[in-house]
């Protein structure tokens, strides 16, 4: 028997949609009005009225109207009205007390980007600086790349080559991600971890290095709460659970902290502070330490009036406390690169409680919280000095040079992030010139850090007037002086080691360069070739069959094409025939002359690895796309799979060839004492340096060995051979 359904229930479960729906509607009225409130345009002008002068208010209330009008409609997807998020953004800017252009492009700091508005509107109503600052803070359009990631590391490096230009585009950025972080609610949990990784690598490490700490902390705080939820929600926990545990003797820290600095007639500002939870998660995972071991979880912030109270105070801290002296960093002295000071001392309180004293002066202490935006403010004349020691600038003339060193986006962004993390070591030039560099930075990155052709031309180190490899890590307070050599270059192994974008671009930089000259001068002489071949020569092409050629290939030049030719991206004996007109008469039955191999082309041919091929060998070369031209060994099973006809030179060697080239030997041998002493002494008799030894057969009375050795040609390492063969021991010797 069947139940007859109330007629009620989906009646009563569409008024219960119904009702949430309106509940939904009404929440969503609530919080717009209330941000109204708190962060619409009156409120913003009510703020700046306490800093700013009234045609500067007018000009910012004009911002918002027309920013209002160009985004009516538009929805963020907490529920409110768009507009909203560039009001958010320039009250934190207006927090930070700055001039009415910047409150103005973070109005609009959207609407080239999401509205029908265009650069040159914006220029005509509210001037070019303004126009300047919003078109630097926008994005580019993903339309025009190949990916989301090469898109998103263009207008990024878009964005920090404006910042060089006008440090305010960054501050506007910055105050639009922390807005951003502040309401990643209404993202899906997937877009949130997206935004806060991107948040935590380079947005926070960029207002660390400007020195804006105000920001930074927030924007580690909510990007670790967002990427990593579960692990902030056990570390909040920890800390609010210890604070507990430690609130009273926190407290009697400060009360016996402000009574002994007043004590000395002495006027200071004494309060604790948790410190960040992301730098506390960072600094277990870095240093492998459980939460209990971060000792510097709590701290105390004592402001005085002058550099002089500084050291004084320092001293009443460590007569009240025993210091820990490996903890003391003294940035009053050595300021950090973003201009921070302040005096950093950890000390041991009752019951063994670690916590970190850092003092400073008021000044300090406003560049520590403002940081590169204290300009802004002493523009304003908020104040009646020199704000600090601020070199911030020092720094965005590095990200012009590393814009104009890397031609890659993708890689800049790269570079930069290793610029972001600083943690800096202070080292000396020998005329005492103070260089800072990252922790971890090699000789290398301090002689690129001093000039890049210094870089360039490094061989070698002297540390603390002691001999030192290009790859040492340097520790504060050395000096360092760089030995150079005039024919010496930068190695590619170097980008293994080296700590420091510059450094990094520099390397980059100088191979990029030079592969590109080697692959000119290749292209062109495979290009020649290819075209005697044929009956002809570069020479005797008319100006209207060159550019005819260049034109079906879509190549703007010679030099262009002939890099092309020489990285592999084309084929010389197919563009030849792009140079030949119906009229040309072209040879038949003519002998191709073998491309000859000189050995010094650097980076464009490459010796194969399958075979290893010396001068004396017979030889033919393989077109690779990146590479350029692969030389291998006639006769080379792995070349002949691979190479077909028509990317397949003929080589040979030139009369002047030089160097060292590498060779593999497998030598089988009675496996005894001193078997492989015997075998290095011959190598060493020999004059052949043995690059890399490996053992890939083992047992029985018989041993393989491979060597790679390093020989000048093929009857050098007929010399070899011969003399590993007269050692008892060895029963063969072949190469690979």
């Not at 207002?207 to 709460?225: D, Q, W």
């Not at 550099?307 to 490996?326: F, K, N, Q």
């Not at 550019?547 to 094409?561: F, Q, T, V």
């Amino acid at each position: 028997m069947r139940t007859a359904r109330s007629p009620t229930g989906p009646i009563h479960s569409n008024l219960d949609a119904m009702e949430i729906g309106g509940l939904t509607r009404l929440q969503s009225k609530i919080r717009t009005s209330r941000i109204s409130r708190e962060y619409g345009i009156d409120a913003l002008a009510e703020h700046l009225g306490s800093y700013m002068p009234a045609p500067g208010i007018a000009q910012v209330r004009a911002a918002h109207a027309y920013g209002e009008k160009q985004h009516r409609g538009q929805f963020r997807k907490t529920g409110e009205p768009y507009i909203y998020h560039p009001l958010a953004v320039a009250r934190i800017l207006a927090d930070m007390r700055l001039d009415a252009t910047t409150l103005m492009a973070a109005i609009l700091h959207d609407v080239i980007e999401d509205t029908d508005s265009a650069y040159d509107e914006v220029a005509k109503l509210f001037g070019t600086e303004v126009a300047h600052l919003v078109e630097g803070v926008s994005k580019l359009d993903k339309a025009q790349f190949h990916s989301r990631q090469e898109a998103s590391a263009e207008s990024f490096r878009k964005l920090m080559l404006a910042m060089t230009r006008d440090i305010r585009v960054i501050l506007v950025k910055l105050a639009d991600r922390l807005h951003n972080m502040r309401t990643l609610d209404g993202q899906n949990p997937r877009k949130r971890a997206q935004i806060a990784r991107e948040t935590l690598e380079i947005y926070a490490p960029i207002a660390r290095r400007l020195g804006i700490n105000s920001m930074r902390t927030e924007l580690e705080e909510k990007g670790f709460a967002n990427m990593y939820p579960r692990r902030y929600e056990v570390l909040l926990k920890a800390s609010r659970s210890i604070a507990g545990d430690r609130r009273s003797l926190l407290r009697e820290i400060e009360e016996t902290l402000s009574r002994s600095v007043a004590a000395e007639g002495l006027t200071a500002a004494v309060k604790g502070r948790r410190k960040n939870l992301y730098s506390i998660y960072r600094k277990m995972r870095e240093k492998h330490r459980r939460f209990l071991d971060v000792f510097d979880l709590y701290g105390v912030r004592i402001i005085v009036d002058s550099v002089d109270e500084c050291y004084r105070v320092l001293g009443i801290v460590h007569h009240r406390y025993r210091p820990i002296s490996e903890q003391f960093n003294d940035y009053i002295a050595n300021p950090k690169l973003n201009g921070y000071q302040s005096l950093h001392t950890t000390v041991i309180a009752r019951g063994g409680l670690k916590f970190e004293v850092q003092i400073r002066t008021r000044e300090m202490d406003q560049i520590a919280e403002a940081g590169i935006a204290a300009h802004w403010q002493y523009k304003l004349g908020e104040s009646a000095g020199r704000l600090g020691t601020l070199d911030a600038e020092e720094w965005l003339g590095h990200l012009a040079d590393l814009h104009a060193d890397e031609g890659d986006s993708i890689t800049f962004v790269d570079s930069l992030r290793m610029d972001l993390f600083p943690d800096e070591v202070y080292v000396f030039t020998p005329k005492g010139k103070i260089i800072q560099l990252a922790k971890g930075a090699t000789c290398v990155d301090f002689a690129y850090a001093v000039h890049t052709e210094l870089g360039n031309r490094c061989v070698a180190a002297r540390v603390d007037n002691h001999l030192a490899p290009l790859n040492n890590k340097l520790e504060s307070g050395q000096t360092v002086e760089i030995i150079t050599a005039k024919h010496a270059r930068p190695n590619a192994a170097w980008l293994h080691f080296l700590k420091t974008g510059k450094a990094r671009a520099g390397v980059r930089n100088y191979l990029k360069n030079q592969r590109d000259d080697k692959a000119q001068e290749l292209g062109e002489r495979l290009l020649e070739k290819s075209l005697s071949d044929l009956g002809l020569s570069l020479r005797r092409l008319s100006r209207s069959d060159i550019d005819r050629g260049l034109g079906e290939m879509g190549e703007p030049n010679l030099p262009a094409l002939y890099s092309a030719i020489g990285l592999g991206r084309r084929l010389a004996p197919l563009v030849a025939r792009h140079f030949l007109s119906g009229d040309t008469p072209v040879a038949s039955g003519k002998r191709a002359k073998p491309l000859a191999v000189q050995g010094t082309e650097g980076l464009v041919v490459e010796f194969a690895k399958c075979c290893h091929p010396v001068p004396g060998d017979a030889i033919h070369g393989q077109a690779s796309v990146g590479r350029g031209l692969v030389v291998h060994r006639t006769g080379c099973a792995y070349s002949a799979r691979r190479t077909a006809s028509n990317d397949r030179v003929e080589l040979t060697w030139a009369e002047n060839v030089s160097g060292e080239y590498e060779v593999e030997l497998r030598v089988t041998a009675t496996n005894k004492r001193g078997l492989l002493a015997s075998l290095s002494a011959r190598f060493a008799d020999a004059d052949a340096n043995i690059e890399n030894v490996n053992f890939p057969e083992r047992g029985g009375a018989l041993l393989t060995i491979r060597f790679l050795i390093g020989v000048r040609d093929r009857h050098h390492l007929a010399n070899v051979i011969r003399r590993i063969r007269r050692i008892p021991e060895v029963e063969s010797i072949e190469r690979s």
